[in-house]
Antibody, heavy 120, light 107 residues
Framework: EVQLVQSGAEVKKPGESLQISCKGS????????IAWVRQLPGKGLEWMGI????????RYSPSFQGQVTISADRAFSSVYLYLENLRASDTATYYC?????????????WGQGTPVTVSS | EIVLTQSPGTLSLSPGERATLSCRAS???????LAWYQQRPGQPPRLLIY???ITATGISGRFSGSGSGTEFTLTISSLEPEDFAVYFC????????FGQGTRVEIK
């Protein structure tokens, strides 16, 4: 069974940094692109970027380029989202999602989401 | 960047009615690289349709997708209570973007 399990909820102060993890299981982890998607409270979905764990080829949304870092660790079958200098506007739920096959395809499995609260 | 505009923002219908959701792209989406997802409160999105018209595994046949180019449609033939949720379209033709969502609520 394919599963993406994300790290737990986080509460941070403005200016702090944060790393969220997404661990894949039930499939050959390194051969499937994994994306990160942000959802602000009560709002829609925003695609942040995507990584291919086999060679760490990474693409970012222009809206998030330079603001976040996506990385992968094949040994741990995990992908990470790193955010620094957090602001209140980073308060959101962050999802990882697996692409079904090639680069030009849909998301077939999603993590459970990691709620992040940034507040002083 | 391809911008996706969904309409209407909210659709108020009764169980058993037909729902028609629209997704318009700012640029032509080639090879029908468009998907639809359903999101219920407190849950991650769930894939319904991919490549514009292919129903995902395990998804009820009352969900169907159609369209090409810049105009795409998700149809729910007869609404069940569990279908009242938010629906997003997403393109994977040029990077990735999502529409802003359509909420289907009980009338």
């Amino acid at each position: 069974e394919v599963q993406l399990v994300q790290s737990g909820a986080e509460v941070k102060k403005p200016g702090e940094s944060l790393q969220i993890s997404c661990k894949g299981s039930g499939y050959y982890f390194r051969s499937y692109w994994i994306a990160w998607v942000r959802q602000l409270p009560g709002k829609g979905l925003e695609w942040m970027g995507i990584i291919y764990p086999d060679d760490s080829d990474t693409r970012y949304s222009p809206s998030f380029q330079g603001q976040v870092t996506i990385s992968a660790d094949r040994a741990f079958s995990s992908v990470y989202l790193y955010l620094e200098n957090l602001r209140a506007s980073d308060t959101a739920t962050y999802y990882c999602a697996r692409q079904s096959g090639s680069y030009w395809t849909h998301f077939d499995f999603w993590g459970q989401g990691t709620p992040v609260t940034v507040s002083s | 960047e391809i911008v996706l505009t969904q309409s209407p923002g909210t659709l108020s219908l009764s169980p058993g009615e037909r729902a028609t959701l629209s997704c318009r792209a700012s640029h032509t989406i080639s090879t029908n690289h468009l998907a639809w997802y359903q999101q219920r409160p407190g849950q991650p999105p769930r894939l319904l349709i991919y490549d514009a018209s292919i129903t995902a595994t395990g998804i009820s046949g009352r969900f169907s997708g159609s369209g090409s180019g810049t105009e795409f449609t998700l149809t729910i033939s007869s609404l069940e209570p569990e279908d009242f949720a938010v629906y997003f379209c997403q393109q994977y033709d040029d990077l990735r973007t999502f529409g802003q969502g359509t909420r289907v609520e009980i009338k």
